[in-house]
């Protein structure tokens, strides 16, 4: 609930209320966010053409419950190590079905469209002319989903690597440089260390570095790039975050 992670929520849900564009938003994040979105659009007059409705994730995290699923996605949470109660999520991707032999079907003279759409789901389907086919025989193995992990502000801690176990990507705060080893401990932060020792233990595909101090520019002393070093002498598959970067989350494996 620091302001540093939650000041742009209300002007964003304001935004979205004026494109016209939302139903209804449901959020999920620790028990005092109803409370600050409340007053935030209260106090500023601000009406919502769309509902919101809102989630409390501690339960979820201090019992190892499932927070969130559907047909595509599986979403845990657990409890993080800072001055005040902090969390991280892991989206896992359910297994998916295998990619479908379009080349296959045009030969058997299958016409596109939602036909496909059910072959590829493994369904049984029966043309006009009275074919029948099985989705089975165009499909590949089933393809097992990716999987990330956030962890907001913490200190190094055993349960974000039990949460990040085998994760495809782990996106991690490193905020201090492993000088600052002492301040990361008086704050309840991260060092780049810190972030490599969770994803070595977890033995994650790739790590990103996010959420670093100010304090570290190319100018200065300590740089960025001394905090990815710092993290690669660990845990080598490690990238620094920056504004509007994009990552193709894979398997470690081939398959995708």
Do not use: W
């Not at 479908?100 to 939602?114: C, V």
């Not at 790590?207 to 304090?215: C, D, E, F, G």
Request: with cysteine.
């Amino acid at each position: 609930m620091h302001g540093d992670h939650i000041y742009g929520l209300p002007g964003l849900l304001a935004s979205i209320g004026l494109a016209g564009s939302s139903s209804g938003i449901e959020l999920y994040g620790p028990a005092p966010l109803k409370n600050f979105i409340d007053s935030c659009l209260y106090n500023s007059s601000s009406r919502l053409a769309y509902s919101l409705k809102f989630h409390k994730v501690e339960n979820a995290a201090m019992n190892k419950q499932i927070l969130f699923e559907d047909s595509g996605l599986e979403v845990k949470t657990a409890p993080l190590k800072h001055r005040i109660p902090s969390f991280a999520y892991r989206v896992n991707q359910k297994t998916r079905p295998g990619r479908f032999n379009l080349e296959k079907a045009k030969l058997k003279k299958i016409p596109p469209g939602p036909i496909y759409g059910a072959l590829q789901r493994g369904e049984e389907v029966r043309l006009e002319d009275g074919r029948s086919f099985s989705g089975r025989e165009f499909c590949g193995p089933p393809r097992p989903g990716v999987s990330m992990v956030y962890c907001t502000d913490t200190l190094y801690t055993e349960s974000a690597i039990e949460l990040s176990r085998d994760a495809d990507l782990l996106i991690h705060e490193s905020t201090y440089s492993q000088k600052e080893n002492e301040m990361a401990y008086e704050r309840g932060h991260s060092t780049a260390t810190m972030a490599a020792k969770v994803a070595a233990k977890a033995n994650v595909n790739k790590l990103i570095l996010t959420h670093l101090s100010p304090r570290y520019t190319p100018a200065n002393e300590t740089s960025p790039n001394d905090l990815l070093n710092e993290a690669k002498a660990i845990f080598p598959n490690t990238q620094l975050a920056k504004d509007f970067l994009q990552i193709d989350v894979k398997k470690r494996c081939n398959s995708s």
